[in-house]
């Protein structure tokens, strides 16, 4: 049924946060939007070199998960803010290996949400990994060549058995860093957000430029995410054809539709993502070349200087014998 036709005589319930309206279909059960987050470099890091510690420490941002997981700031508030709707529901989708992913995903939402909010969803959270990726057809190589010009071999994030209990393909998004982990007949299901590393990090340090975008694109995630679920709601169309509206464009002259690179630096989504996520934590500041320079500037102690030389140890025996990628 397509949602073009869906009556629209539901009553709505409002949900805000942040300057940010929400309207929630009270049959939610048959209209549940599906977001799924990919992990790495996206919500979390797991290097970081000893200097930049104190930075994610102070912060309550490092995770113990197989090996030590550096969050980034604004990604738990993304999450609770997320699991506070009703008519969302989150899932995991990593190329990584189930045995580092699950206890990743876990901490991670022991960390964002209340011990009474984690008891609730606890058992019922989807995390896909690395046995979960599949082979492209040959249909979808020839589709993937058409698309990016030349075919990049591997093996992809395929949402279709993503949604459940009558829940649609088209209102499901994948939050990725790469467009090549989704099919391309998935294109519409992606938002993209490129990856931050911890030397984007360092760069506030070194670089005099100003580099708030590169620190903090969870805003942007969430500020497109939420522009994207609004969009939807008002022009009553699919999750997936709200974004890709927003993320792509025809160029001139050409019939084929390109991806917007300059939305990766429109203050909107950040300044949107940002006021939202005040209503998790209302002191929710970006993180500007001043707080990461007070953090890792500061005098260590000498229990300081012996955790942060253990987190990287840690993270160096995982790599050698548990955890290659």
Known sequence: MQKNNRKSAQRNRQIEGGGFKMSCPVSVLRCKYNIVFDLDEVLCIDTVGSGQAPFFKD???????????YIFPGAKELIAFLYRMDE???????AGRDIRNEPLVHALLKSSLSKQEYEKIKEGVQIYSRQ???????AEKEDFSKCFGVYKQKKRKNLQSIPKNGESLEDTVL????????LVGQIKNHLFVERTEARHFESLRTDPKDNVHIVNRIYYVAGLLFAAINKSKVENIFLSEALFRIQYKLKENQEKFHFREEILSEDLYYRLGLETLRAIKPDLQFTTRESYLASVGRPQTAEEVAYFEDLIRQKKEIDEVYLPR
């Open 59 to 69: 912060r309550g941002l490092i995770l113990d998960a197989i090996c030590p997981h």
């Open 88 to 94: 969302i529901r989150v899932s995991f989708f990593s």
């Open 132 to 138: 979960h990726t599949t082979e492209d057809t040959p």
């Open 175 to 182: 939050i990725d860093d790469d467009h090549t982990n989704i």
